[in-house]
């Protein structure tokens, strides 16, 4: 039977905590999560092509900015947020590695269709199936990293699988680029989706399904700290939907945690989706620049705020667990300034040393976010909860945020032409505000956790 709920305002159990200094992670265990992490760049790159190509898909199809910041953005959020939460909770109950590869699959082979589009109806339907496919692969990494790296490590192992975003991104530009300039932008749709489709192949044959909880141990009830360590946990029946569900939106803590990353990534999302289209069309850069710039800016700027910040999380959130929150907190009031300045440049050289700022900086929230919704549940709740996580986030964020700009964009294109982005960009700076201050008032519930259970 499952474990009853706790009342909303009663203090959060915390259900799985080391009994000891975690040993290191096998070799196994690294070589699972490099292969998750390339998954998760295929991810991100099949995800992102769409913006990295804007300029020759509005010149071949004839979109408007207000029309990719939909396909970008809401269309295809709605599918990729609402769809991941039954394949979540079919995770759960079922083998995660298999789940994971059918996943990639899929929507490897909607990237392929993407390439074939000749008509904006077609590319938003094959934009849905992008997201369907993309909706099965985040959730279930998460919680088999979970259970290949114990407590105490899986800051940095999920800050490195985070890698996956800025690396998807980068080579997206680089490769995406570089194949649309020297052939066209449907042979690079086409050519990275074959690579997916061949990717979930080798998952499903050099992935092992690792034990639900097998590296966490639960705290003896009676005895005091100076006994002996208890034994590992043995996952009892299937946690519930409905029982999860619940469990995520009466936890002020979580329901913070995805409040807050759903504010930053509606910056960090309607920046992703329309950088390159600024760049190329306001600031005079040309693709094959884009395709060595813009492509290393973004692979060695995230990927180094996505360690950092796993390592700042793995170093004082065992002190102090306000620090999953204040850490991306003070990451995005120095990223501002960088922005501003980012925007305001006259030229693209200016404005990719500006935009340095924002790409390391804005990305601290990922990795603190993910680590605490899975250390704060049981293990057979953990993809389900990571789902909605970023249902929540990913709703905010990715469906909200290029969909904003978008229409900002063509709302003031017929009274400034020539910087309709630009002005657009510049009303993002009062999200930072509102990011900032969720992440503030999540310190302050995990500081008041904290001390009603004595964590202090």
Not at 40 to 64: C, E, H, M, W
């Amino acid at each position: 039977m499952s474990e009853p709920l706790p009342a909303p305002d009663a203090p959060p159990s915390t259900p799985f905590s080391p009994a000891a200094p975690p040993a290191p992670p096998g070799g196994r265990a690294w070589f699972v999560l490099g292969m998750l992490c390339f998954v998760y760049v295929l991810n991100f790159l099949d995800r992102q092509l769409l913006s990295i190509l804007a300029k020759p898909i509005q010149d071949d199809l004839g979109v408007t900015d207000g029309q990719l910041g939909l396909i970008s953005g809401l269309y295809f959020a709605v599918f990729y947020c609402f769809i991941s939460i039954p394949v979540a909770w079919l995770a759960d109950r079922t083998n995660r590695v298999r789940v994971l590869s059918i996943a990639c699959a899929l929507w490897s082979a909607a990237t392929i269709a993407c390439g074939m589009a000749s008509a904006y109806p077609q590319l938003v339907a094959a934009r849905m199936a992008v997201g369907v496919g993309e909706a099965g692969g985040v959730p279930p990494s998460y919680a088999i990293i979970t259970d290949y790296f114990p407590p105490g490590r899986r800051g940095t192992a999920l800050g490195l699988y985070n890698f996956g975003p800025p690396l998807g991104q980068a080579m997206g530009v680089a490769f995406g680029a570089a194949i649309a300039a020297a052939y066209s932008w449907r042979s690079a749709f086409q050519l990275l989706g074959a690579v997916g489709v061949a990717t979930a192949l080798a998952v499903i044959l050099l992935v092992r399904e690792p034990k639900r909880g097998g590296l966490d141990v639960a705290p003896a009830e009676s005895a005091p700290a100076e006994s002996v360590p208890a034994a590992p946990v043995t996952p009892a029946a299937k946690a519930g939907f409905r029982e999860t569900v619940v469990m995520f939106f009466t936890r002020p803590a979580l329901l913070l945690t995805a409040l807050a990353t759903g504010a930053t990534q509606f910056v960090t999302y309607a920046l992703l989706n329309f950088t390159t289209l600024f760049l190329m069309r306001e600031k005079g850069m040309a693709l094959t620049q884009v395709a060595v710039y813009y492509a290393l800016l973004i692979g060695v700027g995230v990927s180094a705020g996505m360690y950092v910040s796993g390592r700042l999380i793995d170093r004082f959130g065992t002190r102090a667990k306000q620090s999953y929150a204040l850490v991306p907190a003070l990451a995005l009031c120095a990223a501002v300034p960088f922005f501003i300045g980012f925007v305001w440049a006259p030229s693209w050289p200016l404005a990719l040393l500006f935009l340095i700022g924002p790409t390391f900086f804005n990305y601290f929230y990922l990795s603190p976010a993910v680590a605490l919704v899975q250390q704060e549940v049981r293990p057979d709740q953990r993809v389900l909860s990571g789902a909605l996580l970023l249902l929540v986030m990913n709703l905010i964020g990715l469906g909200l945020g290029p969909t904003y700009l978008g229409a900002v964009s063509d709302l003031l294109r017929a009274s400034h032409p020539q910087n309709s982005l630009q002005l657009a960009f510049y009303t993002l700076v009062p999200f930072y505000g509102l990011a900032v201050l969720l992440f503030l008032a999540l310190a302050r519930a995990l500081r008041r956790e904290a001390t009603r259970t004595g964590d202090l």
